[in-house]
């Protein structure tokens, strides 16, 4: 994440002379007026490239504006600069219409053609972190904005190591408690009773960050919730506790009421600094705090998804057995099937040969390990989603 600028020819540079081009010296605000390139001199500046057709723009688009509106309250000479991927000239006026902060004018195509090349922009949104006199900073804005916030600022590599240093003091330091408890609260919600957050101290707990407007949510949800159950049944040491992603109240309100598990009190704030600290970057997200109030591991949806209840207590020593084991009942899968949802004939593989984490074209849901892939067209499913074609063509 900390990429610092190389030695690349792109690492130098005089900001005015990045930002303007042969007879254009201004950039454009949102209202469409001209503001001098030289009013940005002196200031760190986000060269920001997106676009209004793609969703992940828009969302980070919000996020932006909330860390560069706080920047600009404390008076940090921050600045940002939109390089417009859009598609015509009226989308980028309606998306740059959303922002507070200046633009390279639609029509230099020239110049936006130069930026993305200078700084080698391969997707969006993408956000390169410019020093007051235009030396490259980072490459990875998207990631550092998600992650810090307005605490970023302003970039240097010697602020990032700070953040890196004091989250690493926070999680080593980390406690359930800690962790739970904002603002003074010291319960979580089970079903209308206030339940002392001390009483799950010394237990294994899974933060399930979760939202009910979205699908791949309840669809995990419900498969956690079996597991849950048979579970508790076994052992008492193991709790889920909700953190709620839901855009309201009513929402968190209907979502917690379909689980059997207790919650975090909604609350919008708290739920951003837990996803911030533990890098949350898409839900439904299973992060498991050991018996000890340390994270064991920020992968409960994968674990889940892959081992069910036996992923149970998810220490090291229990996730290798269960690798091992796997290995060894891999050893008997056939090498190449035909799967019955897929035209062409899968293969099996491991994280170590092509497989990696992957989606699971049947069931959606995430998974890593051993799967069976189609090497032609990348169709990738679990193992326990195969339905086998058998030799005489019946379907198994
Ligand atoms: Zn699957
Ligand atoms: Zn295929």
Redesign the pocket.
């Known amino acids: 994440m900390n990429s610092a600028a190389s030695s690349s020819d792109a690492s130098g540079g005089n900001l005015s002379s990045i930002l303007s081009s042969g007879n254009r010296d201004f950039l454009i605000s949102p209202s469409g007026d001209k503001v001098s390139v030289e009013e940005l001199e002196g200031k760190t500046i986000g060269l920001y490239f997106g676009a209004n057709w793609y969703a992940k723009c828009e969302k980070f688009n919000l996020l932006l504006a909330e860390v560069y509106l706080k920047l600009k309250e404390q008076g940090a000479g921050f600045e940002v600069v939109f390089v417009s991927c859009d598609e015509d000239q009226s989308s980028f006026e309606q998306f740059h219409g959303t922002m507070p902060w200046v633009a390279i004018p639609f029509a230099d195509l020239q110049s936006k053609k130069f930026l993305n090349q200078r700084y080698g922009i391969e997707g969006i949104p993408s956000l390169v972190i410019l020093s007051p006199t235009g030396q490259l900073l980072q490459t990875e804005g998207v990631e550092l904005i998600h992650h810090y916030g307005s605490r970023a600022f302003p970039f240097t590599p010697t602020r990032i190591s700070e953040l890196v240093a004091e989250e690493k003091a926070d999680h080593d330091s980390q406690t359930l408690e800690k962790l739970l408890a904002t603002t003074g609260r010291d319960f979580v919600i089970d079903h209308g009773k206030e339940v002392p957050i001390s009483n799950f101290v010394g237990k294994t707990i899974g933060l399930l960050f979760s939202a009910q407007s979205y699908p791949p949510c309840a669809k995990f949800t419900s498969r956690l919730a079996s597991i849950y159950k048979n579970l508790k049944e076994k052992h008492d040491r193991f709790e889920i506790v909700f953190v709620s992603v839901d855009k309201d109240e009513s929402s968190y309100s209907q979502c917690f009421s379909e689980m059997p598990w207790i919650a975090l009190p909604y609350n919008m704030e708290s739920t951003k600094l837990l996803s911030r600290y533990f890098n949350i970057q898409g839900i439904p997200a299973l992060v498991i705090i050991g018996p000890d109030g340390k994270t064991l591991t920020k992968e409960g949806r994968n674990l889940i998804n892959l081992y069910m209840e036996m992923a149970y207590p998810f220490t090291e020593e229990r996730l290798k057995l269960l690798r091992e084991k796997m290995d060894e009942e891999a050893k008997s899968y056939p090498r190449s099937l035909s799967h019955e949802g897929?035209?062409?004939a899968l293969n099996l593989v491991s994280e170590n040969s092509g497989g990696g984490p992957y989606i699971c074209c049947e069931c959606e849901e995430q998974g890593f390990g051993w799967a069976y892939q189609?090497l032609?067209?990348g169709?990738e499913i679990h193992r326990k989603c195969v339905r086998e074609v058998e030799e005489n063509g019946s379907l198994g």
């Open positions: 897929h035209r062409h189609c032609r067209c169709y």
